[in-house]
Every structure is written in C-alpha cells, then in structure tokens.
C-alpha cells in the first residue's frame, strides 16, 4: 500500500502501523509507550500525526503507534498543531517526573513550561506501561496498574512481595526513566520489596540470574536448566557444534 509521510510516496507493508513505517524510514516520531517488542499502545499520546484520509476534508490527530495503515493516507509526523499537542504532553508528563534526567531533555527539546511536581509512587513514574507488558512477557503479572486518576500508580498486590515475580528485572530494564528500584549486592537482588538469590554463571561466573528465574525456566520447559549466562551458552553452543563436526 502506497502512502505519503510528510509528501514522500513510502510503500507500506501489511498491518503495519504509521509509526512502525516511519521508524523503519528513519523518519523520527516521538514515542514513550511504544516498544518494539509490544507494539503500541496508544497510552502516551507523544506519537501523534496529522492524518488526511480519502475522502475527508480535516485532517485528524492520531496516535501512530496503534494506528494501522489500510488506505492510501497522507500523514504529517511534524507541523505546529502536532509540536504543541506533544508540548501539552510533556508538561503533564513532567509534573510525574521532574527531576528525571531523560524527562528534563523533552522538556527542552519541547519548550515546555513547567508545572508544580506531583509525587508519584515510584518515584519518576510516567505510567507508560511498559514495564506491565514486560513481566506479561515474560508469562507473569507480578506488577500491576492500581487505582485511578492521579491515585494511579504501577505496584504490585498490596504492596507486598509477589509469589509471581521471580525477581528478573525485565520491568526495571524497559523503564524510560528508570523509576522501578533494583539493588543488587554480590549475592542477592532486591526489587518490589522481594529478595532474591543472584545464580552465578558455572563458566564464567558473573551473576545472570535469580534462582526463581532458573526455577521458572525448568517448570516452563520441562528441562534442565544449564546455569550458564547467554554469552557463555552460545560460546558452549558453539564449541560443542565444531567438536562433533570433527
Ligand atoms: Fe504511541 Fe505512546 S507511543 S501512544
């Protein structure tokens, strides 16, 4: 399917979405919640376009990210209307992050005036959700988006330590700004007020896991589960592939 970005004729390929062309082209749209990984989500709002469908005379604002391309659209990733509606955005999302080094940047970058800071739990949160998506990933609900409005926050039951976080820190990895806290000593790992025990690499022996983590890899696949970090497998992959096709 033809389309135009920003009056360049790009061809589309099947269910692919406005932002998911644009990137592919290296044409650069802002985007909080959206991840490779997950798709979008239309929750942050930072990738809206002006689009122009046939047939209708106003272009209209959506967000790119979970906008499907399935006519021959034009779309405008930058123009006044679209800069001032994500400046909106960043201010709001500031107020939740304020001393955050990555949001200060947009906040630059954007012009965007500043608001009193809200407190928000934890701290630098901007509810992208990316971090829910993540433990679902990983075939868990360990976290999850509690209450409403500005009570809205990102925690697990109660508060308290989850059966069903197994302490991978896939959340705190995906996190934008950095707000989900793991500390890690020579031993352990700690992160949503649970502990947990660090497995060491049998071959070169740097932590790589939690010991929940392995165990939920053996229930998960019903097999034993070599205790070796990524590099280390694929080193051991590939000396065993050379030694039986000796
Ligand atoms: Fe599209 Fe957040 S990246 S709404």
Known sequence: MKVKINGQELEARE?????????????????LCYHPAFGGQGACRMCLVE????????NRLVASCTYPIHSSVEVTTESERVHRLRRNIVMLLARRASQ???MKELVEQYGAPSLPPVQTE???CILCGLCNHACEKMGKTAIWSMFRGIEKRIATPYDEAAD??????????????????????AATRTIWNKKFELVACRRCGK???TREQIEYMRESSGYEVDELCDHCRKLTLAQNVRHYSR
């Open 207 to 209: 932590n790589f896991a």
């Open 15 to 31: 269910g692919e979405t406005i932002l998911e062309l644009c990137l592919r082209h290296d044409i650069p749209i802002p985007h």
């Open 100 to 102: 955050n080094p990555w």
């Open 164 to 185: 069903e976080c197994m302490g991978c820190a896939a959340c705190a990895q995906i996190c934008p700004t950095q707000a989900i806290k793991v500390e890690e000593d």
């Open 122 to 124: 934890p701290a630098d």
């Open 51 to 58: 689009l122009k469908e046939p047939g209708r005379v106003n």
